[in-house]
Nanobody, 124 residues
Framework: QVQLVESGGGLVQAGDSLRLSCAAS????????MGWFRQAPGKEREFVAV????????YYADSVKGRFTISRDNAKNTVYLQMNRLKPEDTAVYYC?????????????????WGQGTQVTVSS
């Protein structure tokens, strides 16, 4: 059974930083790209970032490019999202997700497995 468990969310002020973690189990982690998505109240879930299975390549939504960094540690089966210079509009529930093995995609419907999410709230 695949499990993705996010942690690291919280309440911060604009300009602060947070690091989210997502621990994966039940899958061969090193064969899966890993993505981060977010969903703000009243809005659709949207792509934030994705990293390839080796960690060699990363891709970001324009809204977070230059502020967020996705990384992974395949020895720990964990993917991270470092969020710097946070803005109130970054407030959302953040989800990690895994697509099929060796598949690099950004569309949320392409992802097979999802975590339960972690809340990030940025006050102004």
């Amino acid at each position: 059974q695949v499990q993705l468990v996010e942690s690291g969310g919280g309440l911060v002020q604009a300009g602060d930083s947070l690091r989210l973690s997502c621990a994966a189990s039940g899958l061969t982690f090193s064969e899966h790209a890993m993505g981060w998505f977010r969903q703000a109240p009243g809005k659709e879930r949207e792509f934030v970032a994705v990293i390839t299975w080796s960690g060699a390549s990363t891709y970001y939504a324009d809204s977070v490019k230059g502020r967020f960094t996705i990384s992974r540690d395949n020895a720990k089966n964990t993917v991270y999202l470092q969020m710097n210079r946070l803005k109130p509009e970054d407030t959302a529930v953040y989800y990690c997700a895994a697509p099929p093995p060796h598949t690099l995609v950004t569309g949320l419907r392409e992802y097979d497995y999802w975590g339960q999410g972690t809340q990030v709230t940025v006050s102004s």
